[in-house]
């Protein structure tokens, strides 16, 4: 059974750090794209970063510079850590996986994505 399963999650300070995790469950991911989503309270779901097989990444112009996804195969996971938090990062976070590996032009749109987890909450504030 497929299982993308996240963690790190919480409640941090504006200008604190955070770690993501997404772990597959059932499957191995190393020929998989995996992006990360957030979706706040009354907005739409949006693409955070991405990364393909092969290293390739892609992020959300506003999370630039601030964020980081990086993969290890060997543990099936792949992490997302997020620097100089901002209210506004403040979401339900989820990862999903894309079996196709597709361009990562593509890489922040939900379309592309097969599997999702469940999500982590993030919340930054004082």
């Known amino acids: 059974q497929f299982q993308l399963v996240e963690s790190g999650g919480g409640l941090v300070q504006p200008g604190g750090s955070l770690r993501l995790s997404c772990t597959a469950i059932?499957?191995?991911?190393?020929?998989?794209?995996i992006g990360w989503f957030r979706q706040a309270p009354g907005k739409e779901r949006e693409g955070v970063s991405c990364?393909?097989?092969?290293?390739?990444?892609r992020y959300k112009d506003s999370v630039k510079g601030r964020f980081a996804i990086s993969r290890d195969n060997a543990k099936n996971t792949v992490y997302l850590q997020m620097n100089n938090l901002k209210p506004e990062d403040t979401a339900l976070y989820y990862c999903a996986a894309d079996p196709h590996d597709t361009h990562t032009n593509w890489g922040l749109s939900a379309l592309i994505y097969g599997y999702w987890g469940q999500g982590t909450q993030v919340t930054v504030s004082s």
């Open positions: 990364i393909r097989s092969n290293g390739d990444t």
């Open positions: 059932g499957f191995t991911l190393d020929h998989y794209a």
